[in-house]
């Protein structure tokens, strides 16, 4: 019978890749930022809000 082949994950693994590792370090610190929507996507998005309190408040009434 076989041995089961023992596989090792490293879970703190560097990239070789200093591209790669850059990549890594930036999304660690949180450098990359949150993301900002456009005004025309705020605005669409407050108006769609405001029309699903709308559709509630109708229909619990």
């Known amino acids: 019978m076989k041995q089961p082949i ?5 879970a703190d693994a ?4 200093p591209v790669a590792k850059a990549m890594a370090q930036r999304r660690l610190s949180g450098a990359a ?3 900002i929507r456009s005004q025309g996507a705020q605005r669409r998005a407050d108006r769609m809000a405001l029309q699903q ?6 229909h619990g009434d």
């Open 6 to 10: 023992a596989l090792l994950i490293v």
């Open 53 to 58: 309190m709308t559709r509630k408040a109708d």
């Open 33 to 35: 930022g949150k993301h």
């Open 14 to 17: 560097t990239p070789f890749n």
